[in-house]
């Protein structure tokens, strides 16, 4: 459920598809906190049409600097829209998630095994095969054995030599064989990008009542139910959000549900896939499964103690970091409406100091999956 993150710009035609929040810069330096540049109720100057579009400038490529049209009126009286930053545009909307849909998320993050756990695909590979150019390396630790058992029996012949050769040989091959093994723990561990843990959220089937009422495996299943309600709420918003037709509410990808307790994080990573990528099999199976996440929404369900920001790294942003709010949903786009990936967002997730951390997302794609 978790896709690569990275951004493709599409085939042309492929796809249909054409405050309160504290600003910190990274790593802890203090600074002021920044007013909202725009609240709902205001003139938005960087819309036109209901898209967002800006002047055209050095990062925006081919793309015009046009995102994924937002309706950010008539989500409800209760959503407050917040816009933190004009361009790249990233606008938090306060009161996104009831507080009772909180409640029932952060109730199924408790409930840990009670939903489909998802395994997130880590970056960090070892490359073994560089391990070809200690071959000279293997060669020359296999002499001293053998040098050493050549002076030591005098008399032995040519076998007994390269008998003792190869097993120095061998001896280093299995201890470059632990080694790359120890490598790639250490630095798996070290550089994972992401350490909580995470949950795909379904729909419910209308199962629920079907055990025996007040059993523990009762209990977790009303837990996942309550969930999953949550959930088909949180998906509406975020259709009526996206300006997603009935027959387009799959351009959502599966909503998931991540919790992060203490010293828990998620390194600087980018949603969208890059251009460039020759892998012409995966290309196809990308867009068969929706094409380019242009949008992302990620709403805070329960708000940790201390830390736990969204952390925007590059310069255009400013340092900007978003501290979670309960029931807020952060949204920005990590490509134009072209599908081109907007190279100034990647961002991270900052270690959640003490408490826990839940947060339940979805991205828009490009267009309908192959279904």
Known sequence: AERAAAAHRPRRGRCAASGRARA????????????????QGQERRSSKGGELRNEAGPWFGSSGGSYAPLALHGLGADVEVVQLHAEPPVYLLLNFVPSGDCDALVAAADADTALPCVQYEEAVRLDVSRLAMLTPLALVAGCVPAAQTHAAHASGGLAE?????????????????????AATAAVSHAQRIFTGSKWALGVPDGSEGTLARGSPAASTHHTVALAQEANVRFR????????????????????LLTRYRAGE????????????????????????AGG??????????????????????????????????????????????????DRRMPHSGAPVGAGEKVIINTWLMECVPDR
């Open 24 to 39: 910190t810069l990274p790593l802890g330096t203090a600074t002021t906190v920044a007013a909202p540049l725009w609240r």
């Open 265 to 288: 994080r998620q390194r600087v990573h980018e949603d969208a896939r890059l251009a460039g990528d020759s892998d012409v099999q995966a290309t196809a199976a990308f867009h068969a």
């Open 236 to 255: 509406e918003r975020c259709a009526a959000l996206c300006r997603l037709r009935p027959t387009e509410h799959t351009r959502l990808e599966t909503t």
């Open 161 to 181: 030599v390269a008998m003792a050769y190869s097993c120095g040989v061998a001896a280093f091959v299995a201890g470059a064989a632990m080694l790359t093994c």
């Open 292 to 341: 380019q996440r242009l949008a992302q929404i990620v709403a805070y369900v329960r708000e940790p103690e201390r830390g736990g920001e969204t952390v925007f790294h590059h310069a255009a942003l400013g340092g900007l970091a978003v501290a979670p709010q309960r029931g807020a949903a952060l949204v920005f786009f990590p490509a134009f409406a072209n599908g081109e990936a």
